[in-house]
């Protein structure tokens, strides 16, 4: 579920019944009674890219190089090809077969794969607030793609 409704308060604080019924109802507009849940965690849509990934020998990977929001499931897997990527390099470097400036390709290939991300990621959130410019996003993209089916739920 996403709730446009701003960051929460407080990240860490466990999402109750009531909290998670509310939401439901205020934005579905319909009577929803949950019975269980089996796990809810809080984010947002903050995302952040460095600049560099690597300072001398510093190298950073995975979220702690970007962090975007969890649409579209790209975050754990972004990450892992940042660590293919540099593991070999690191290894030729260490063991003395390739210079050390091989270790700045690292930055030159991974960073405009997760600016990418970090921009697709953007986009989905844009297109997801429950605004008239939204709607009206939603709208051009579902008439650009061909799509035949009503535009109704799209203004929603
Ligand atoms: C709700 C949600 C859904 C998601 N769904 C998907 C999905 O479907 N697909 C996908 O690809 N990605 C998804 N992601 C993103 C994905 O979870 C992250 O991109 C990924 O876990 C990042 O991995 P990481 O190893 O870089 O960082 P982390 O998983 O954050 O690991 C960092 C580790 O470092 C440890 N650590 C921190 N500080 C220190 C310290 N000082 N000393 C020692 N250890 C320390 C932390 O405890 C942690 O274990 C989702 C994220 C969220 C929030």
New binding site residues.
């Given amino acids: 579920m996403a709730d446009f409704d701003g960051p929460p308060k407080d990240r860490q604080a466990p999402i109750t019944h009531r909290e998670l019924e509310d939401a439901l109802r205020r934005i579905s507009q319909q009577d929803v009674r949950i019975k269980a849940f089996e796990n809810a ?1 809080r ?1 947002t849509d903050h995302a952040r890219l460095v600049e560099t990934y690597r300072r001398g020998r510093v190298l950073l ?4 190089a970007h962090v975007h929001s ?1 649409f579209g ?5 972004l ?1 892992l090809v940042d660590a293919a990527n540099l593991g070999w390099k690191l290894a030729a470097v260490i063991r003395g077969t390739m210079p050390e400036t091989l270790l700045d390709t690292y930055t030159a290939e991974r960073r405009p794969v997760a600016e990418a991300v970090l921009a697709n990621t953007r986009a989905q959130i844009a297109i997801m607030r429950p605004d008239p410019q939204a709607a009206a996003m939603r709208i051009s993209w579902r008439i650009s793609c061909g799509s035949t089916t009503s535009t109704a739920s799209s203004a929603r």
């Fill in positions: 965690s984010w990977a995975g979220d702690a969890p499931g790209q975050g754990l897997s990450g």
